[in-house]
T-cell receptor, first 116, second 115 residues
Framework: NAGVMQNPRHLVRRRGQEARLRCSPM?????VYWYRQLPEEGLKFMVY????????ESGMPKERFSAEFPKEGPSILRIQQVVRGDSAAYFC??????????????FGDGTRLSIL | GENVGLHLPTLSVQEGDNSIINCAYS??????FIWYKQESGKGPQFIID?????DKRQGQRVTVLLNKTVKHLSLQIAATQPGDSAVYFC??????????????FGQGTILTVHP
């Protein structure tokens, strides 16, 4: 019964490159949330997706960031032309349905992105 | 310039003591609350949750108290063990509606348990 799987665990990029972060939700979960965590801070919501749909991207920067959750395969968080300020830990969470009124989100162990 | 993070509140206890971690939440419309434990290099791990129609919920060695009047949440850990050392976050959300269950996290508290 695998949990939320994220890869890579660590990613190093130079300024201007692209970063792709992948997330496979728990089995049976069709709702994915992405969060960003800076050192010594709590997680900040970025985007919420269901299969093939972006439901809420209110926490995601308007430029350079995009997310998808295709019908087949993992959810992808993509950061284009990375800058030093993108250095952070990016966490993915999944739940069986939206609203989380009765179901807590379960988190992966994150991808730590470092920008040189 | 360099991004300087905030210093998290800390709580140091001796093994076997009871620990109480507090959290003030911001949104009076929030109706579902979760405590997470985060160990170094790992993602948040679910501990216990509570809905707004309750004021207390107990789990194994943990109790969550909710005071909606003052928008305060607490996590009590009984007989704290060294393995409980971690950062603890409260999270709030509005179930349903346009919130879609996205979580708003508190600042976090560093718990250190001394053997």
């Amino acid at each position: 019964n695998a949990g939320v799987m994220q890869n890579p665990r660590h990613l190093v990029r130079r300024r201007g490159q692209e970063a792709r972060l992948r997330c496979s939700p728990m089995k049976g979960h069709s709702h994915v949330y992405w969060y960003r965590q800076l050192p010594e801070e709590g997680l900040k919501f970025m985007v919420y997706l269901q299969k093939e749909n972006i439901i809420d991207e209110s926490g995601m920067p308007k430029e350079r960031f995009s997310a998808e959750f295709p019908k087949e395969g993992p959810s992808i968080l993509r950061i284009q032309q990375v800058v030093r300020g993108d250095s952070a830990a990016y966490f993915c969470a999944s739940s069986p349905r939206s609203g989380s009124g009765n179901q807590p989100q379960h988190f992966g162990d994150g991808t730590r992105l470092s920008i040189l | 310039g360099e991004n300087v993070g905030l210093h998290l509140p800390t709580l140091s206890v001796q093994e076997g003591d009871n620990s109480i971690i507090n959290c003030a939440y911001s949104n009076s419309a929030s109706d579902y609350f979760i405590w997470y434990k985060q160990e170094s290099g790992k993602g948040p791990q679910f501990i216990i949750d509570i809905r707004s129609n309750m004021d207390k919920r107990q789990g194994q060695r943990v109790t969550v108290l909710l005071n909606k009047t003052v928008k305060h949440l607490s996590l009590q850990i009984a007989a704290t063990q060294p393995g409980d050392s971690a950062v603890y976050f409260c999270a709030e959300t509005v179930a349903g509606g346009t919130s879609y269950g996205k979580l708003t996290f508190g600042q976090g508290t560093i718990l250190t348990v001394h053997p």
